[in-house]
């Protein structure tokens, strides 16, 4: 079974993923899955999702066959279909698939008859983000009931904030979508409070994730300026006298240092985000195993 969005999994699911994560950190699987061949197919750029990807399956004990998009036959026009086929046709066991369209993993899944996980599609999707995510929260906080989280930023263009909205509020915890109007999702559609003022909302949370402006999918547009975006609704020292002692600061990467946050946040205490970073490879671990394993 392919991996393509958190939605799929139940609660308990979700919590066993955690759980196979957590023993995989202790004790090393060792070569487990040797004999099995996973291809990551990047058609975006990424450092934390393809290296932790690839350390996850080398940890394993798969094969990793390399595949270059731009050294590929999609350079020479080769269609998504045709190249899924092609991939497909030579029977690895997994596909790690990352693409600007939502929907694409799918489509590959589809076309090469493999398992696909989903490494992050326009800004649909990227549930192996929200998992590492939630181990981090989970290993900081013991569990999720009862924390305040503000999501802060470009929350609309970004797939993995859908994933986070979709899933705290189900684990207990409570959400504040915090940015520009039009940044910010509309009243009603997620399980979540939303604001356009930062400083009135910083002093009641546990957690402050903050996003990207998603330039590439059109984010910041209509919006006056980075510093701008900075002054309203970026993470920095002043604000941070407002946190609560034990707040702590998230974010997935890559981060816009002096946009979205400043450095002494970034590389200070408070910061969960080299966590966040190195719950990715038993996460992906985990995800990889189930799906080898042959979970339905
Ligand atoms: N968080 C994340 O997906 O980072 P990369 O784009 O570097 O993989």
């Known amino acids: 079974m392919s991996l393509f969005d958190i939605s799929q999994l139940s609660q308990s699911e979700i919590i066993a993923i955690l759980d196979r994560a957590?023993?995989?950190?202790?004790?090393?699987?060792?070569?487990?899955?040797?004999?099995?061949?996973i291809v990551p197919m990047f058609f975006e750029p990424s450092t934390r999702t393809r290296v932790s990807f690839d350390l996850a399956a080398s940890k394993l004990g798969a094969a990793v066959v390399s595949f270059d998009h731009r050294n590929s036959s999609s350079a020479k026009?080769?269609?998504?279909?045709?190249?899924?086929?092609?991939?497909?046709?030579?029977?690895?066991?997994?596909?790690?698939?990352?693409?600007?369209?939502?929907?694409?993993?799918?489509?590959?899944?589809?076309?090469?008859?493999?398992?696909?996980?989903?490494?992050?599609?326009?800004?649909r999707a990227h549930p192996t983000q929200t998992l590492a995510d939630l181990l981090t929260i989970r290993d900081h906080f013991g569990g999720f009931a009862g924390l305040r989280v503000g999501m802060v930023?470009?929350?609309?263009?970004?797939?993995?904030?859908?994933?986070?909205?979709?899933?705290?509020?189900?684990?207990?915890?409570?959400?504040?979508?915090?940015?520009?109007?039009?940044?910010?999702?509309q009243e009603g559609i997620w399980d979540t409070d939303v604001s356009t003022d930062?400083?009135?909302?910083?002093?009641?949370?546990?957690?402050v994730?903050?996003?990207?402006?998603?330039?590439?999918?059109?984010?910041?547009?209509?919006?006056?300026?980075?510093?701008?975006?900075?002054?309203?609704?970026?993470?920095?020292?002043?604000?941070?006298d407002q946190l609560k002692p034990g707040c702590v600061v998230m974010h997935p990467g890559p981060m816009n240092r002096g946009v979205e946050i400043s450095d002494s946040l970034a590389d200070g205490?408070?910061?969960l985000i080299p966590s966040q970073v190195a719950a990715g490879v038993p996460i992906r671990m985990a995800v990889m195993a189930r799906i080898l394993d042959g979970a339905s």
């Open 22 to 37: 957590d023993e995989m950190k202790k004790s090393p699987v060792g070569a487990s899955y040797s004999g099995k061949a």
């Open 77 to 123: 026009g080769e269609t998504l279909r045709d190249t899924a086929r092609t991939v497909g046709a030579m029977d690895p066991d997994l596909l790690i698939v990352r693409h600007e369209k939502a929907g694409a993993p799918e489509a590959v899944a589809r076309w090469s008859g493999t398992p696909v996980v989903n490494a992050g599609d326009g800004r």
């Open 153 to 185: 930023g470009d929350i609309v263009n970004s797939r993995v904030a859908r994933g986070l909205l979709y899933c705290l509020p189900h684990l207990g915890a409570s959400l504040v979508a915090v940015g520009p109007a039009t940044f910010t999702p």
């Open 198 to 207: 930062l400083d009135s909302v910083l002093g009641e949370l546990d957690i």
């Open 209 to 240: 994730y903050l996003l990207r402006v998603q330039k590439e999918r059109g984010g910041g547009l209509g919006y006056p300026s980075d510093g701008e975006f900075h002054k309203r609704f970026g993470l920095n020292d002043s604000r941070a």
């Open 269 to 271: 205490e408070r910061s």
